[in-house]
């Protein structure tokens, strides 16, 4: 009985995944509507966004943004990224942007919307204090050059709570705090969670599902494979760890986002 009752439980879960599935791709388009602030009956579509990753490191990408990436590329969005250093923690910077571009060639970003940051002062470190003016002037200069409409980075805990990251977030929130964004970009934090959900690979869909948040974005298996070979890209990361974080973490599979609040517009501080 115990055996039925099992293989009932699997069905139902795969039953349930395949609904969330289904819906979501119904209601992703409604969803970018909302956090771009566009009225529901405009007509518009992936085509009309322009989407800037901001990450830290080569691997970022792929490690905590592939669903995100792929979702955007299959609605036709025109995706950038801007890597804030080479990841020469090990000197190996060099290899890693060439990493960085076959990992992006994999996600769908060509090399033409890919710009890697080689700055003294925002050195690849844990350790390291970016500044918060120096990252900021970056990110908005690179955004106002390329009239970008939506831009998604980390939140406060940066996933593994790398200042690196977290550096990131501030940068951008005050930059969203001052009113130095442009008119009509909105501005995205990848939800960091616990390590139970971050480590239950794509069970955590259900969580995710369930939990309010301002976007989802959803792979299935042949996103997960795109997500995985674009991991595999970056061949001087790929310490055994590396691989059990291919196969458990959740990152690969969904991603949430929280809209990141914008004050008043060309605010002056004194």
Known sequence: MSVYLAVFIVLSFMVWIKCIYYR?????????????????????????????????HPDDECMFFAPTIIQLV???ASVHLLCLSEGNYYNQGAQRKQELRKSCAVLGIPDSRIAIVDHRKLPDDPKAEWSVSLVSSLIVNHMRSHSFNMVLTFDGSGVSGHANHTAIYKAVSHLASTGQVPNECCLLSLVTVGLFR??????????????????RCLVGSQGYR?????????????LWFRYLYIILSRYLFVNTFHIIPQGPKNLKIY
Not at 26 to 43: A, F, I, Q
Not at 49 to 56: K, S
Not at 198 to 215: A, E, M, N, Q, V
Request: aromatic share 6%; net charge positive; glycine share 2%.
């Open 24 to 56: 979501h791709r119904k209601n992703v388009v409604k969803s970018l509507k909302h956090v771009m602030n566009v009225l529901p009956n405009r007509d518009t579509n992936g085509a009309d966004i322009r989407a800037l990753i901001v990450t830290a």
């Open 198 to 215: 971050k480590y239950i690979s794509f069970l955590d869909i259900l969580f995710s599902w369930l939990l309010p948040s301002s976007l």
């Open 74 to 76: 299959e609605l036709n």
């Open 226 to 238: 795109q997500a995985t070979d674009a991991m595999l890209c970056h061949r001087t990361q790929l």
